[in-house]
């Protein structure tokens, strides 16, 4: 599907033809429009999940693209969980996963952060024509903030994993996903300084990957603003006004990413809503004794 500036563009092109009627115009350009696309993604993301991956898809989205995220996963597309978890599984045995991955993204133009960071390769290999950004902050700001956000609940998270249906699944990012960006099996016993070590490979990975200068690019998201955005992808005088967004920080992402699973995770889990209502009972079982023993003493001293 052509982007809302390529549709105008086209729009120009046509109405500028004398030979063609009005309905025909519209016709032509209702049939560019909806059409179904087979067009290749044109944006995608290298960068990992906090470097500004949710402020780049907000800005990606106000140029014109149609961004995927990983709240796409948690908000409009839980079966996808099921399709990663597949990508997975066959890349640790050498299979190939190059028809999921174009599945999973069919109907999106642009795709950043977590999981898509961890298959920007296998995604250019299958987009050769998109150009790629990798956003990026200092390594040790990076790990203080994933370390507070999408690493600290891993543990909570994998027992979440294990008690959710495929079909609604309560944890968007499959825990065997870590295995394809860090190793299988490493998650759970990973130093800070290893941690940090992969996440500074795939920073010269990208920088290291063949491609014209004019095809990719390095971003750090929020202090570049727009300019340098526009200009790799040729937005000319579309290039918004107002600052770049800044969205996603540690609290939006408890409210954002964590509420909603933990909420999902009550409603959604008979076994653990069961384990809540059982907790809240024993609670005011407690409270309830403990107030008749304050009141019993009171009774008598009296």
Known sequence: MLLPAQAAHAFAMLRSSFLMSPFLLLLLLLLTLFSPSSAELAVIGAGWGRTGTMSLKVALDQLGYKTYHMVEVI????HHKAMW????????????????????????????????????????????????????REPEKWYESAKMTILRHSWFMKALDRISDENQPLVPVPSAFWDRVIGEGRLENITRAEIIEEYNKNVRDFREFKLPEDQKLE??????????????????????????????????????????????????????????????????????????????????RE
């Open 75 to 78: 908000e409009n597309n839980a």
């Open 85 to 136: 978890t597949e990508a997975s599984r066959r890349h640790l045995k050498g299979e190939p996963v190059g028809d999921l991955l174009t599945k999973i993204l069919e109907n999106y133009t642009a795709a950043v952060d977590f999981p898509v960071a961890a298959w920007w390769r296998e995604l250019h290999h299958l987009n050769p024509k998109a150009k790629l950004i990798l956003s990026v």
């Open 219 to 300: 971003l750090k998201v929020g202090k570049d603003g727009w300019e340098p955005l526009c200009k790799f992808l040729d937005v000319g005088d579309s290039c918004p006004k107002e600052p770049f967004p800044r969205v996603n920080d540690r609290s939006d992402f408890q409210f954002r990413i964590v509420l909603p699973i933990i909420i999902r995770a009550i409603t959604n889990s008979k076994l653990l809503l069961g384990a809540v209502v059982m907790a809240l009972a024993a609670l005011l079982y407690v409270v309830r004794s403990l107030l008749r023993k304050v009141v019993g003493r009171r009774e008598k």
